[in-house]
C-alpha cells in the first residue's frame, strides 16, 4: 500500500469517522461530515482538528506536515494536497484490523463484533463441529 493509500483508506476515516468521497474534497468539509454524523461533536476543524489529524498521521507515519500547513492560507487544504505531502514520510506497521474497526465504530458496535467474532472462533474451533451457512 503506498502513502496515499494509507491516508484516504486508514487515517482520515479514523480521524474524522467518514470516508473520503472525493480527493478534491476539503478537509474541513470531511471533517464536518464527520461532525454530522455524530463522531466528533463540538470540535472545531481549526485547531483542534488539525491537531487531531496530525496526531493520526503520526500513528501510521514518521512524521505530518506542520499545523500550518493545513489552516486557512495554508499549502494543505483537500485531501489530494494531504496525499502529495504525506509522500515524503515513511510508513510505519499497519495496525491489526480489529483495532482500526475498534477506533472507527461507535464503541457499543465494536463490542458487538468482537463478541461476534469470539463466538465464531470458538464455533470454529470445536472437533467436528460445522459451521452452517444463512
Known amino acids: 500500500m503506498n502513502n496515499t493509500e494509507r491516508v484516504f483508506l486508514h487515517t482520515l476515516p479514523r480521524w474524522c469517522g467518514v470516508t473520503v468521497m472525493s480527493i478534491a474534497e476539503v478537509l474541513s468539509d470531511m471533517w464536518i461530515r464527520g461532525e454530522n454524523g455524530g463522531r466528533h461533536s463540538g470540535v472545531q476543524f481549526d485547531p483542534d482538528g488539525i491537531g487531531l489529524l496530525r496526531t493520526e498521521l503520526k500513528k501510521d507515519f514518521d512524521g505530518a506536515p506542520s499545523a500550518g500547513a493545513f489552516g486557512s492560507g495554508g499549502s494543505i487544504q483537500t485531501v489530494d494536497d494531504l496525499g502529495d505531502a504525506m509522500a515524503s514520510f515513511n510508513q510505519k506497521p499497519e495496525q491489526d484490523a480489529a483495532k482500526v474497526l475498534s477506533m472507527l465504530l461507535p464503541k457499543h458496535e ?25
Open 110 to 134: 465494536a463490542r458487538t463484533l468482537a463478541a461476534k467474532s469470539t463466538v465464531a472462533a470458538a464455533q470454529l474451533s470445536k472437533p467436528g463441529s460445522k459451521r452452517k451457512g444463512k
